[in-house]
T-cell receptor, first 117, second 113 residues
C-alpha cells in the first residue's frame, strides 16, 4: 500500500522567507505522481504543483517548486518569498491507480503553515 | 473553476437517519471522487466513479454507498448515519488525458448528532 508522511504538523515562518514543507512517500510502483494542495482557512482545496516519477526536472509553478529526490523518496514543497496569504494547510498526495484509468489520491496528514508579518 | 458544486453545503442530522450528498459537475468529466476530511487524517477516499454506473470502493467505504446515473451527478449516501461519519466531505473530478490533477468541490460539512 502506498503511504504519504508529512512530519511537520505546524510551521512558523517570517514573511518573505523561503519555506520547505516535507513530504516522504512509500510505493513499489515505478510509475507514480506526487501532488501538493493548499487548503486556506476558507476550506477549499487548491492544486499547487505536480511531479511525475519519470519527470527529468523538478516541477516549478511560480513561487512554488518541488524538491524531488527519488532515491530518498521525498517530494518537498518549497515556497519562495513567503507571503501572508500563504498561511494555510498544505497537503502532499500521491497518485494511486484505480479502475479504468481512474487515479485515486492518497493524502498525508498535512502541515499547517503560518506566515508571521 | 472546474464547475463543481456540492449540495447541501452544511447539514446537521441525527444518528440513524439516511443522508444523501450530491456532487454536480458541468464539464462532462469522466472521473469523480468522494473524499472525507477529518483532523489528523488528511483526506481519505470513500468511493470513486470511472463512468456512468461504474463505481469502486476507496479506503474508507464502509457505511457509504454511491450512485452515478448520469455523467454530471455523483451521489454519496449514508444509509444510516453515525456520529463517526461527522466530517467534511469533498467531491473531486479529474479529466481523462494529459492533465493529472484532481479539482475539488467546495465541500459539505456534515454533523451527525
Amino acid at each position: 500500500a502506498q503511504k504519504i508522511t508529512q512530519t511537520q504538523p505546524g510551521m512558523f515562518v517570517q514573511e518573505k522567507e523561503a519555506v520547505t514543507l516535507d513530504c516522504t512517500y512509500d510505493t513499489s510502483d515505478p510509475s507514480y505522481g506526487l501532488f501538493w494542495y493548499k487548503q486556506p482557512s476558507s476550506g477549499e482545496m487548491i492544486f499547487l504543483i505536480y511531479q511525475g516519477s519519470y519527470d527529468q526536472q523538478n516541477a516549478t509553478e511560480g513561487r512554488y517548486s518541488l524538491n524531488f529526490q527519488k532515491a530518498r523518496k521525498s517530494a518537498n514543497l518549497v515556497i519562495s518569498a513567503s507571503q501572508l496569504g500563504d498561511s494555510a494547510m498544505y497537503f502532499c498526495a500521491m497518485r494511486e491507480n484505480g479502475l479504468q484509468g481512474a487515479q485515486k489520491l492518497v493524502f498525508g496528514q498535512g502541515t499547517r503553515l503560518t506566515i508571521n508579518p | 473553476d472546474a464547475g463543481i458544486t456540492q449540495s447541501p453545503r452544511h447539514k446537521v442530522t441525527e444518528t440513524g437517519t439516511p443522508v444523501t450528498l450530491r456532487c454536480h459537475q458541468t464539464e462532462n468529466h469522466r472521473y469523480m471522487y468522494w473524499y472525507r476530511q477529518d483532523p489528523g487524517h488528511g483526506l481519505r477516499l470513500i468511493h470513486y466513479s470511472y463512468g456512468v454506473k461504474d463505481t469502486d470502493k476507496g479506503e474508507v467505504s464502509d457505511g457509504y454507498s454511491v450512485s452515478r446515473s448520469k455523467t454530471e451527478d455523483f451521489l454519496l449516501t449514508l444509509e444510516s448515519a453515525t456520529s463517526s461519519q461527522t466530517s467534511v466531505y469533498f467531491c473531486a473530478i479529474r479529466e481523462s488525458g494529459v492533465l493529472n490533477e484532481q479539482f475539488f468541490g467546495p465541500g459539505t460539512r456534515l454533523t451527525v448528532l
